[in-house]
């Protein structure tokens, strides 16, 4: 490919799926509105860290059930049906959370949120890799990405704009929600046939490359404590609502920004020494945050921390690619997601658990826990093996509460409707 030809080639794949992208921009806001909401109103209504943590935890556990049914919920009545049902869930949970201010309600809501917008993430992603070709997948995958990024930003930020114990953000993220089934349903852009993807289990992911999938395990760990703990952090060392929100967003913000550096470092020298310097980095500021060093450079400690801990987990699914065969990669990603999910899922409570028993720093005590974790397993596996030499590229990928289980990789050729 001509690099001067790239730009032009890319818009026009873009242009040709517009719907699907202008759908989650509108879909990552409203997720990143609610989990950053949930938590700022929880603390307003009166529940405990410990509270927040277990309702929270419902997403996750949520989107481990939707990351198996959706594949089936597709291949039965196809993309557009099944992307326009779980949308309608999601907006209707995002409005049941203003008519009951009860944990075993919120804990509901947050259990249909996480079945729901994982698989529309699925839809998503198996959509656009069905109309994907391998000149076209790269530029496409990276598109999407910076595409969730910005809306969960966007949405993080629209937490701190109203008062969160109001009904306004509530409506909002439900109509955002709504919004984003119209372009997909008035496009005239055809959905592919469904091809299901075939599995592999997260034990035989480890045997294969045990970075990949401890590391990916880690990491959705130490990322559920961010966003969930970030925010009552803030409000516990005295921020208004509006920089609390603003905190999870100035570190999601340093970790896109991290993302291109960290994997074009990646694909030069030794991807687990890459990982490993920056868990290194990112435990070190996670332990001043929790000995209370950084209270008075709050947006500084986010910013950093987001910066070492978002990027490891695409050089993680990138080291892991760097030791699959080609068949082996489309069931790899998904199990890699299914990782992420079970060490959110841990995350979700321990880093809520940490706040109410070590105090306000305690999500950052976790996160130094998980990141020393992680560059422990670079270190060990640095020293028990050879880095392959044709390495891939390692591609961004946003993590905001719970991925897909999607397959789309540069590399991994699919049917074309």
């Given at each position: 490919?001509?690099?001067?030809?790239?730009?032009?080639?890319?818009?026009?794949?873009?242009?040709?799926?517009?719907?699907?992208?202008?759908?989650?921009?509108?879909l990552?806001?409203?997720?990143?509105?609610?989990?950053?909401?949930?938590?700022?109103?929880?603390?307003?209504?009166?529940?405990?860290?410990?509270?927040?943590?277990?309702?929270?935890?419902?997403?996750?556990?949520g989107?481990?059930?939707?990351?198996?049914?959706?594949?089936?919920?597709?291949?039965?009545?196809?993309?557009?049906?099944?992307?326009a049902?779980?949308?309608?869930?999601?907006?209707?949970?995002?409005?049941?959370?203003?008519?009951?201010?009860?944990?075993?309600?919120?804990?509901?809501?947050?259990?249909?949120?996480?079945?729901?917008?994982?698989?529309l993430?699925?839809?998503?992603?198996?959509?656009?890799?069905?109309?994907?070709?391998?000149?076209?997948?790269?530029?496409?995958?990276?598109?999407?990405?910076?595409?969730?990024?910005?809306?969960?930003?966007?949405?993080q930020?629209?937490?701190?704009?109203?008062?969160?114990?109001?009904?306004?953000?509530?409506?909002?993220?439900?109509?955002?929600?709504?919004?984003?089934?119209?372009?997909?349903?008035?496009?005239?852009?055809?959905?592919?046939?469904?091809?299901?993807?075939?599995?592999?289990?997260?034990?035989?992911?480890?045997?294969?490359?045990?970075?990949?999938?401890?590391?990916?395990?880690?990491?959705?760990?130490?990322?559920?404590?961010?966003?969930?703990?970030?925010?009552?952090?803030?409000?516990?060392?005295?921020?208004?609502?509006?920089?609390?929100?603003?905190l999870?967003?100035?570190?999601?913000?340093?970790?896109?920004?991290?993302?291109?550096?960290?994997?074009?470092?990646?694909?030069?020298?030794?991807?687990?020494?890459?990982?490993?310097?920056?868990?290194?980095?990112?435990?070190?500021?996670?332990?001043?945050?929790?000995?209370?060093?950084?209270?008075?450079?709050?947006?500084?400690?986010?910013?950093?921390?987001?910066?070492?801990?978002?990027p490891?987990?695409?050089?993680?699914?990138?080291?892991?690619?760097?030791?699959?065969?080609?068949?082996?990669?489309?069931?790899?990603?998904?199990?890699?997601?299914?990782s992420?999910?079970?060490?959110?899922?841990?995350?979700?409570?321990?880093?809520?658990?940490?706040?109410?028993?070590?105090?306000?720093?305690?999500?950052?005590?976790f996160?130094?826990?998980?990141?020393?974790?992680?560059?422990?397993?670079?270190?060990?596996?640095?020293?028990?093996?050879?880095?392959?030499?044709?390495?891939?590229?390692?591609?961004?990928?946003?993590?905001?509460?719970?991925?897909?289980?999607?397959?789309?990789?540069?590399?991994?050729?699919?049917?074309?409707?």
């Amino acid at each position: 490919m001509i690099l001067r030809e790239y730009p032009g080639f890319m818009f026009r794949s873009i242009a040709q799926n517009w719907a699907l992208f202008v759908g989650m921009l509108m879909l990552m806001m409203a997720n990143g509105l609610l989990v950053t909401l949930l938590s700022v109103r929880g603390v307003a209504i009166g529940m405990s860290a410990g509270t927040i943590g277990v309702m929270q935890a419902g997403y996750p556990l949520g989107a481990l059930l939707g990351c198996f049914f959706a594949p089936r919920l597709i291949a039965r009545i196809g993309h557009v049906r099944a992307f326009a049902a779980l949308a309608s869930l999601c907006s209707i949970a995002a409005v049941v959370h203003l008519l009951s201010s009860e944990f075993q309600a919120w804990f509901a809501m947050r259990l249909l949120a996480g079945f729901c917008f994982p698989g529309l993430y699925v839809i998503s992603e198996s959509w656009l890799n069905a109309k994907a070709t391998n000149r076209s997948r790269a530029s496409l995958l990276s598109a999407y990405f910076v595409v969730q990024t910005a809306g969960a930003s966007l949405g993080q930020a629209m937490a701190g704009f109203d008062d969160p114990t109001g009904a306004l953000l509530f409506g909002v993220a439900s109509i955002l929600i709504s919004l984003s089934l119209l372009p997909v349903l008035l496009s005239g852009n055809p959905a592919p046939d469904y091809v299901p993807p075939s599995r592999m289990s997260v034990l035989r992911l480890a045997r294969i490359t045990p970075m990949g999938a401890f590391g990916a395990i880690l990491n959705g760990a130490a990322q559920a404590a961010l966003y969930i703990g970030m925010p009552l952090y803030g409000l516990a060392i005295g921020m208004p609502p509006a920089g609390a929100t603003l905190l999870v967003v100035s570190a999601t913000l340093a970790g896109a920004a991290a993302q291109f550096p960290a994997g074009w470092l990646s694909d030069r020298i030794d991807r687990r020494i890459v990982v490993g310097a920056l868990s290194t980095v990112c435990c070190i500021v996670a332990t001043a945050l929790m000995a209370g060093l950084l209270n008075a450079v709050p947006f500084a400690g986010a910013m950093l921390i987001g910066a070492t801990l978002l990027p490891v987990y695409s050089l993680c699914v990138a080291y892991a690619n760097d030791h699959l065969t080609a068949s082996q990669i489309v069931p790899a990603s998904g199990t890699l997601v299914l990782s992420l999910n079970i060490g959110i899922l841990a995350g979700t409570f321990a880093g809520p658990s940490a706040i109410g028993i070590f105090g306000p720093s305690g999500f950052a005590g976790f996160i130094a826990l998980t990141a020393a974790a992680t560059a422990g397993v670079a270190v060990f596996r640095s020293l028990r093996s050879v880095a392959p030499q044709d390495a891939g590229t390692a591609y961004p990928i946003a993590v905001h509460g719970v991925q897909t289980a999607g397959a789309m990789h540069p590399g991994a050729e699919t049917p074309q409707s």
